[in-house]
């Protein structure tokens, strides 16, 4: 069989992939959904997976019929609101709330000597990945304030495969989001997502959860 691509890298989302976080920006957009009467449901909390916080509110405020309501400063200061609840959510966060099975993935990723890109939309990313003692384990990290569209468009996967000078082809993308896999997959490159599998259609390879990951069935599958 010829090979058309070698496995080079790994990019990964931080939410709800490498810790909880999902979690926590779930019950701040409660919180803030509920002050604004507008009834938020988990279905709801799987269309904001990997979307920007401002993208996140729009689609909130649309869903409450409630889009026409707020001036941008008010939709601004909205937002402020819900990250400063959520910064004050993740502030107990420890190495302790890294995923199972993530620290042992990454390290079987650095021991075949291959590298490991963040890609999150969260422009709190370096502060999680600070808490969770996890920083020096990226060879670079996606500076998502100069990516100008998010998931599902595949600007920050590619960015990441361009700051690592590798071809998107050589590179697994691992995502808990539904708009994530299709970044994945539009920028050419092999998606693993983490979660039910009917949710992932798109994906080349599902886990339920991060404990399963498996470094070998990965470059396994992805060399087949
Ligand atoms: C993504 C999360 O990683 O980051 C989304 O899946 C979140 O839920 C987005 O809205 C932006 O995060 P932040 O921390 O910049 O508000
Ligand atoms: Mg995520």
Redesign the pocket.
């Given at each position: 069989m010829i090979q058309l691509s070698k496995l080079k890298a790994f990019i990964f989302?931080?939410?709800?992939v490498i810790t909880d976080t999902?979690e926590y920006?779930f019950l701040a957009w409660k919180a803030l959904a509920e002050d604004l009467n507008i009834s938020f449901t988990r279905e709801l909390n799987e269309e904001?997976?990997?979307?920007?916080?401002m993208d996140?509110l729009e689609k909130i405020l649309q869903f409450g019929g409630k889009e026409q309501e707020f001036s941008e400063q008010e939709k601004l200061e909205l937002a402020t609101k819900k990250?400063e609840h959520?910064v004050e959510l993740i502030n107990k966060i420890t190495p302790s709330d890294i995923l199972p099975g993530i620290e042992k993935l990454l390290r079987d990723i650095k021991q075949a000597n291959l590298e490991i890109a963040l890609a999150?939309?969260?422009?709190?990313a370096n502060m999680v990945l600070e808490a969770l003692k996890l920083k020096d384990q990226f060879d670079y990290i996606v500076d998502v304030t100069k990516i100008k569209k998010g998931k599902p468009d595949p600007e920050i996967f590619l960015k990441a495969a361009e700051l690592l000078k590798v071809d998107p082809s050589s590179c697994v993308g691992v995502e808990d989001?539904i708009a994530g896999v299709e970044a994945i997959k539009s920028a050419g490159m092999y998606a693993v997502a983490v979660g039910p599998k009917s949710s992932f259609q798109k994906a080349d390879l599902v886990y339920e959860t991060t404990e399963a990951l498996s470094f070998k069935e990965i470059k396994e599958r992805f060399e087949e």
């Amino acid at each position: 069989m010829i090979q058309l691509s070698k496995l080079k890298a790994f990019i990964f989302d931080l939410d709800g992939v490498i810790t909880d976080t999902a979690e926590y920006h779930f019950l701040a957009w409660k919180a803030l959904a509920e002050d604004l009467n507008i009834s938020f449901t988990r279905e709801l909390n799987e269309e904001l997976k990997g979307i920007s916080r401002m993208d996140s509110l729009e689609k909130i405020l649309q869903f409450g019929g409630k889009e026409q309501e707020f001036s941008e400063q008010e939709k601004l200061e909205l937002a402020t609101k819900k990250n400063e609840h959520y910064v004050e959510l993740i502030n107990k966060i420890t190495p302790s709330d890294i995923l199972p099975g993530i620290e042992k993935l990454l390290r079987d990723i650095k021991q075949a000597n291959l590298e490991i890109a963040l890609a999150s939309a969260s422009k709190n990313a370096n502060m999680v990945l600070e808490a969770l003692k996890l920083k020096d384990q990226f060879d670079y990290i996606v500076d998502v304030t100069k990516i100008k569209k998010g998931k599902p468009d595949p600007e920050i996967f590619l960015k990441a495969a361009e700051l690592l000078k590798v071809d998107p082809s050589s590179c697994v993308g691992v995502e808990d989001a539904i708009a994530g896999v299709e970044a994945i997959k539009s920028a050419g490159m092999y998606a693993v997502a983490v979660g039910p599998k009917s949710s992932f259609q798109k994906a080349d390879l599902v886990y339920e959860t991060t404990e399963a990951l498996s470094f070998k069935e990965i470059k396994e599958r992805f060399e087949e």
